[in-house]
């Protein structure tokens, strides 16, 4: 079996953000939405299997949306939407937007409605700006799915969660204690304030810190970033300027965290203040390494992005996902945890030192 990918445009971002999605074995071209200089995407597919062909004996094809192009956490996931094309025998295009913006998204997907998708999945800039074009979707025979981040759940499928949030936001509330202590100062710099992911962690660790610890003082409200790296390099040296009394700095958002822990090593700063987000290993090896980055702590991106191919074509061929189904992801065969909706794909992981080398990506 072969996949097709289709780089069509070279992006610059700044500082850790990549300019192009892995590579497959035979680039072709392929039918994709159509496109602008505000999207970049790539198509993958199997060339030979008919386990996903529709009637009329062509493969299903499916659309994945990123939050945005180009960064290592999308150039991870849409990995697993690869290996999901070959094994599901299907056609899956991944695009993302240049800014992170749901506009944007709309766009694209709005582009993508009469283009013989059967299922459409995207990891939302903001929850409630998909309900109009997924409802659309939905009422075309379109199969349609959240990944990544989710929105509302009345117009999609499945909603194919990374982790499962509560221990994500208690595992964040432990590692500033263990580096900081329980008394402190500290602040958040997130990719975006209209992110359901990354707020709800947010408001998770908030509600644990509150609870338990009343020495913990956040400073200032969440500070955005837009998900670019320069943004969150700058905020960083700006919340440090102007917060004398800082001790730990929480970061939401992969571009963040390195950026943030590169801000720090620029200035002199790398061992003075507690630095835990979330980002790909390979972006922060160095700095974990030297201790900048005291955690970081994140999953496979690719197997949501896998599951999200794996439930729409399920749900397109009349099935259903049940709870514990071991589904074969990127790094191996993993059961999946079900509630209604809500699929829980894996487990958070701290990229610690001794193991960080042993996460390629």
Do not use: H
């Not at 500290?186 to 209209?194: A, K, Q, R």
């Not at 998770?204 to 790296?229: C, F, H």
């Not at 090896?285 to 992005?305: I, Y």
Request: with cysteine; hydrophobic share 45%.
């Amino acid at each position: 079996m072969k996949t097709k990918r289709n780089i069509v445009i070279t992006i610059l971002l700044a500082v850790f953000l990549c300019i192009a999605l892995a590579g497959c074995n035979t680039p072709a071209q392929t039918e994709a939405p159509a496109q602008n200089d505000t999207a970049a995407s790539s198509d993958s597919g199997s060339a030979s299997s008919d386990t996903g062909s529709s009637a009329s004996g062509e493969k299903l094809k499916f659309l994945l949306v990123s939050k945005i192009a180009g960064i290592p956490y999308y150039d991870r996931a849409f990995m697993g939407a690869d290996k999901a094309a070959k094994d599901l025998g299907v056609e899956v295009t991944c695009i993302g937007p240049v800014d992170a913006t749901a506009s944007a998204q709309v766009k694209i997907i709005e582009d993508a409605l009469a283009q013989g998708y059967a299922g459409i999945g995207v990891a939302a800039n903001d929850e409630q700006a998909f309900t109009p074009i997924f409802t659309k979707a939905k009422e075309m025979g379109i199969v349609t799915c959240d990944w990544d981040s989710p929105v509302d759940q009345s117009v999609v499928d499945y909603s194919l969660l990374n982790i499962d949030d509560q221990i994500y936001g208690e595992m964040y509330v432990e590692q500033l204690v263990k580096f900081m202590g329980e008394e402190g100062n500290f602040v958040w710099i997130t990719g975006g304030l209209n992110a359901t992911n990354l707020n709800t962690w947010i408001d998770i660790s908030m509600k644990v810190i509150e609870e338990k610890y009343p020495g913990i003082n956040l400073l200032t409200d969440k500070i955005p970033t837009d998900e670019r790296a320069d943004v969150a390099y700058q905020k960083t040296v700006e919340v440090v300027t102007a917060y004398p009394e800082l001790d730990a700095i929480l970061t939401q958002g992969s571009p963040v965290l390195p950026a943030a822990g590169q801000a720090l090593v620029d200035n002199g700063w790398g061992d003075k203040y507690v630095l835990v987000g979330n980002t790909t290993p390979n972006a922060v090896n160095d700095l974990v390494k030297s201790g900048v980055v005291n955690a970081c702590l994140l999953w496979d991106p690719a197997d949501a992005a896998y599951a999200a191919v794996y439930a729409m074509k399920t749900v397109y061929e009349g099935g259903t996902l049940s709870d514990g189904q071991k589904i074969d992801f990127l790094m191996g065969a993993s059961p999946i945890a079900l509630d209604g909706k809500a699929v829980v794909c894996n487990k958070p992981v701290n990229f610690t030192a001794d193991i960080i080398d042993n996460f390629d990506f």
